[in-house]
């Protein structure tokens, strides 16, 4: 009887290529296939660690295709090494349906853990830790985005912490000022582990006059005290 293969779900650097871990690099270079958003930046990946492993796609529009691959591929006994383009794996980035199909198969799912953005940005914002709320990925529409803060409004004692694009960053900030008022705690985290890393801390006022004063860039981590 063929043994089933194992699924490891594999934390990669945000920014700085160097912030993976022994284990992380161990396991890329041993797996049979490693599944990858764009297998473009992975690759600059792999090459600066001297790794061969063969790549393949994997980014959300193609997951229900490639799981029908991937799973009957796990259970004949081979490994796999699950990876997004930066972080964790799951965390708004594609895994939650793989790896509930492994499970749901049973097979061996082992974690491999290392960087996710809002983890270094929240510890090192200055807000209170003792409750997270994470959001992920605001939703595109404002009026989501309205109805979700009233929901976040219901929070107490926590730290909330969301994604933003550049793109998006103003309009988001107005949305939190009409939403929330002036005088809340916000930190701002910009570009984190590269060479323009930045921290902004403030009320949303004056974290949004900062960010207003020029043309935002990189992806932002927003995250807010409710008290």
């Given at each position: 009887?063929?043994?089933?293969?194992?699924?490891?779900?594999v934390?990669?650097?945000?920014?700085?290529?160097?912030?993976?871990?022994?284990?992380?690099?161990?396991?890329?270079?041993?797996?049979?296939?490693?599944l990858c958003e764009?297998?473009?930046?992975?690759?600059?990946?792999?090459t600066?660690?001297?790794?061969?492993?063969?790549?393949?796609?994997?980014?959300?529009?193609?997951?229900?295709?490639?799981?029908?691959e991937?799973?009957?591929?796990?259970?004949q006994?081979?490994?796999?090494?699950?990876v997004?383009?930066?972080?964790?794996p799951?965390?708004s980035?594609?895994?939650?349906?793989?790896?509930?199909?492994?499970?749901?198969?049973?097979?061996?799912?082992?974690?491999?853990?290392?960087?996710?953005?809002?983890?270094?940005?929240?510890?090192?914002?200055?807000?209170?830790?003792?409750?997270?709320?994470?959001?992920?990925?605001?939703?595109?529409?404002?009026g989501?985005?309205?109805?979700?803060f009233?929901?976040?409004?219901?929070?107490?004692?926590?730290?909330?912490?969301?994604?933003e694009?550049?793109?998006?960053?103003?309009?988001?900030?107005?949305i939190?000022?009409?939403?929330?008022?002036?005088?809340?705690?916000?930190?701002?985290?910009?570009?984190l582990?590269?060479v323009?890393?930045?921290?902004?801390?403030?009320?949303?006022?004056?974290?949004?006059?900062?960010?207003?004063?020029?043309?935002?860039?990189?992806?932002?981590?927003?995250?807010?005290?409710?008290?």
């Amino acid at each position: 009887m063929i043994e089933t293969g194992i699924l490891y779900v594999v934390s990669t650097p945000i920014g700085n290529i160097e912030d993976i871990t022994y284990r992380a690099v161990k396991i890329l270079s041993e797996v049979d296939l490693i599944l990858c958003e764009d297998t473009r930046r992975t690759k600059i990946l792999l090459t600066h660690y001297s790794i061969t492993t063969p790549l393949k796609s994997y980014y959300s529009y193609i997951e229900e295709k490639r799981i029908k691959e991937i799973v009957p591929y796990l259970k004949q006994g081979h490994k796999i090494a699950l990876v997004s383009d930066a972080g964790t794996p799951g965390i708004s980035d594609p895994g939650f349906l793989i790896i509930k199909e492994c499970i749901e198969n049973n097979i061996k799912i082992v974690p491999i853990p290392g960087v996710t953005a809002f983890i270094p940005a929240v510890v090192c914002s200055g807000l209170p830790l003792e409750k997270i709320f994470f959001i992920g990925f605001l939703p595109k529409k404002v009026g989501k985005i309205k109805k979700l803060f009233e929901q976040v409004k219901l929070l107490n004692n926590t730290t909330v912490v969301f994604y933003e694009s550049p793109y998006r960053i103003k309009r988001t900030f107005e949305i939190l000022l009409s939403s929330f008022g002036k005088e809340i705690k916000c930190v701002v985290a910009r570009e984190l582990t590269k060479v323009y890393e930045e921290f902004i801390r403030g009320t949303i006022e004056e974290v949004y006059k900062k960010i207003s004063s020029t043309e935002p860039k990189g992806e932002f981590i927003i995250m807010i005290y409710i008290e």
